[in-house]
């Protein structure tokens, strides 16, 4: 395994199906904000309304955007689920995750599917992480550390 590994130059890397079909089990999604079919005349999901129960496998390149959503989405009483990398020490992580949603860190790296050529997979360059907003969580404006 190299040292190294480079930066995709895409975002459009695909939930792989059993990954995905274990927590649509689970929370019974209705809502994808940015499907891997997303074209650039679609409705943009960072400004629509979601559904009651969202998946979120977002662009990483703005991934902090997505998050700031899917926290206020969550304060409209919704149920928002993301897969996002294992990244603690942003600001987004801070401000809107941490303390005000369920973690649940990904053992192994996920290995994402290139929408355009199905057979090819690329292992995730950072460990993974599934942030839970649920409406049985309190909600608060977010604490830092101390």
Known sequence: MPAYMPKSKSDKWATPPSFYKTLDDEFHFNYDPCPITWNPEDPDGLTTEWGTSTFVNPPYSKVAKWIEKAHQEWKKGKTVVMLINAVTDTKAFHEYIYNQAELRFVKGRICFIDPQNPDKKQ????????????????????????
């Open 123 to 146: 292992p995730s360059p950072k460990p993974s992480m599934v942030v839970v907003y649920k409406t049985d969580l309190p909600q608060s404006n977010g604490t830092e550390a101390q």
